[in-house]
């Protein structure tokens, strides 16, 4: 049973440039969270999908916008980067429901030069 | 704002110890508290969730403790070993479908 996986892996962009990055959930999970993370730091909520609709939001500019497919795989747009952008993006699945664990994808690293 | 704190500064301890991690919480009542193990480079794995209404929860070598009176949750790593270093990360959940909000997390070092 494959968990959650993303595309790409690595990836080299310049400012200003937009990027997509891919997730596809875990089987049978239904919910999509996207997370941003730094060097050193934890990881931080960007959004999160369910019903191909964005239900949370954290503090993320409207440059980072996202989608959800009818299958429940999703999407991170991200336009006009900016040399802050470079972290590692994080796609979690999980079932709906209340105190659902996450399972995370290896993630997609993100350097803008 | 609701704030997660962990121990800034990494752990360092010697194989076969016990590793005690802490994980305080503010403007939070949450129902549940889940703790994650993270490896560099690499996404988060879950590790183990305990209720408001549990005191304790243990896995294999693993406990974790929940005291919503001071607000903080403990994690304990008993006979420790070199492959238990990674990253440990606190995630205290309100009930419903809200997000989830991690803190910075401990990095633990077990050195032979």
């Known amino acids: 049973d494959a968990g959650v996986t993303q595309s790409p892996t690595h990836l080299i962009k310049t400012r200003g440039q937009q990027v997509t990055l891919r997730c596809s959930p875990k089987?049978?999970?239904?919910?999509v969270s996207w997370y941003q993370q730094a060097l050193g730091q934890g990881p931080q909520f960007i959004f999160q999908y369910y019903e191909e609709e964005e239900r949370q939001r954290g503090n993320f500019p409207d440059r980072f916008s996202g989608h959800q497919f009818p299958n429940y795989s999703s999407e991170l747009n991200v336009n006009a980067l900016l040399l802050g952008d470079s972290a590692l993006y994080l796609c979690a699945s999980s079932p709906r429901g209340p105190g659902n664990v996450l399972t995370f994808g290896a993630g997609s690293r993100l350097t803008v030069l | 704002s609701q704030k997660i704190e962990q121990n800034s500064e990494a752990l360092n301890i010697q194989e076969g110890k016990t590793a005690t991690l802490t994980c305080n919480y503010t403007n939070y009542s949450p129902a549940y508290l889940q703790w994650y193990r993270q490896d560099p480079g690499r996404g988060p794995v879950f590790l183990l969730l305990i209720r408001e209404n549990e005191k304790e929860k243990r896995k294999e070598r693993l406990k974790v403790t929940f005291d919503t009176t001071l607000k903080q949750s403990l994690f304990h790593i008993t006979a420790s070993q070199p492959a238990d270093s990674a990253t440990y990360l606190c995630?205290?959940?309100?009930?419903?479908?809200?997000?989830?909000?991690f803190g910075a997390g401990t990095r633990l070092a077990v050195h032979p």
């Open positions: 089987s049978g999970h239904d919910t």
């Open positions: 995630v205290p959940r309100s009930g419903g479908y809200n997000k989830l909000i």
